[in-house]
């Protein structure tokens, strides 16, 4: 039997709500030389159920089924160790492809064949399918390898060459809530990771999510793996004594390197400056908050833009 070009792996665990959707956004590919392996983590509902159903009807899916819950991490590895294909991705079972996104991504890694990941734009959607925001709206100017390391600009629209995946390894299981953040960061200091404008995917915005529910941990798992790659990155990609200080500004608080205090204390002095015309300005404290927050973010942009 041949091996297919692409390996798509689908983890799930009570995914009964919109799974059917991701299944089907598959099936309904433009490129069709792809296998579908679907992990199914436990669930209590019908997932499994669903999954199967669709297997019968289409040999190109595989369903495997966990004998206990082992989480994101471990489901993607038992995936991808049962995976044939020579490009591989994984997709979330509440998330939807658009018909061609196989297709744009395969193209592009065959057009160029240096690049080791290619990582595309999507649309955020809500539950019930609205649109609602576009990914690279929040990375103007940062959607490059070099931003990596001050927030995951990556996205959930990827393909990656098994060559790749051979030398990164498995997926980190201590990194559960930025296991995909741990993985691409891996990826691009050991290979080349490319990013286009092109919109293959729909993500979904749901209060069942991770993100949703354990917030907390994913911030902590997050500046953990920040803290883990910064110094591997500043070597590879040469950032400035400035972009060094606002990464560890944003990573790290005890364990900052004594050389970036300068810089840091500019961040921090504007950062305080913010808080301050917020607080005169703005006295409703939901908005004062969100003031803050989107201040901050402004003046990372505008000095990420002058620097370039």
Same mark, same amino acid.
């Given at each position: ?6 390996s ?8 009964e ?39 019968e009807?289409?040999g ?8 206990s819950n082992?989480?994101?991490p471990?489901?993607?590895?038992i ?24 297709e ?5 890694l065959d057009?160029n064949?240096d ?17 609602v ?5 929040y ?8 931003y ?24 980190d %299981?201590s =990194?559960?809530? @930025? ?6 960061? !891996?990826?691009?200091? &050991?290979?080349?990771? *490319? +990013? ?6 729909m ?7 991770? %993100?949703? =529910?354990?917030? @907390? ?6 500046? !953990?793996?920040?803290? &883990?790659?910064?110094? *591997? +990155? ?8 400035k ?18 205090? !300068? ?5 921090r ?14 006295w ?24 370039k």
């Open positions: 039997m041949k091996d297919p070009k692409v798509v792996i689908l983890p799930s665990y009570n995914g709500k919109y799974i059917k959707e991701s299944i089907q956004s598959v099936i309904d590919q433009s490129f069709q030389d792809w296998e579908l392996i679907i992990v199914n983590d436990c669930s209590q509902d019908k997932t499994l159920e669903i999954a199967n159903s669709f297997a009807k289409d190109r899916i595989i369903v495997i089924s966990n004998e082992r989480r994101l471990s489901s993607l590895n995936g991808f160790a049962r995976a044939r294909g020579t490009y591989l991705t994984w997709t979330s079972d509440d998330n939807i492809y658009k018909n061609n996104a196989l744009k991504m395969c193209n592009y057009a064949p690049t080791d990941m290619v990582a595309m734009d999507m649309d955020i959607i809500d539950e019930n399918g609205n649109l925001d576009v990914f690279s709206k990375f103007t100017f940062k959607r490059t390898v070099e990596l390391m001050h927030g995951c600009n990556v996205g959930a629209a990827f393909m990656y060459r098994r060559t790749i995946a051979d030398k990164v390894g498995e997926y %299981t =990194t559960f809530c @930025a296991e995909d953040y741990d993985y691409w960061c !891996r990826i691009a200091l &050991k290979g080349k990771l *490319d +990013f286009t404008n092109d919109n293959i995917y993500y979904r915005v749901q209060s069942a999510s991770l %993100t949703a =529910t354990k917030p @907390a941990l994913v911030q902590e798992k997050t500046l !953990r793996v920040k803290q &883990k790659y910064a110094q *591997d +990155f500043f070597d590879k990609y040469c950032y400035t004594e972009d060094k200080a606002l990464i560890w500004y944003n990573a790290s608080k005890k364990n900052r390197p004594a050389e970036y205090n !300068r810089y840091y204390g500019i961040i002095l504007k950062s305080f400056l913010v808080k301050v015309a917020s607080f005169f300005i703005f409703d404290k939901k908005l004062r908050k969100n003031i803050r927050k989107n201040g901050m973010r402004l003046y990372v942009y505008t000095y990420s833009f002058l620097r």
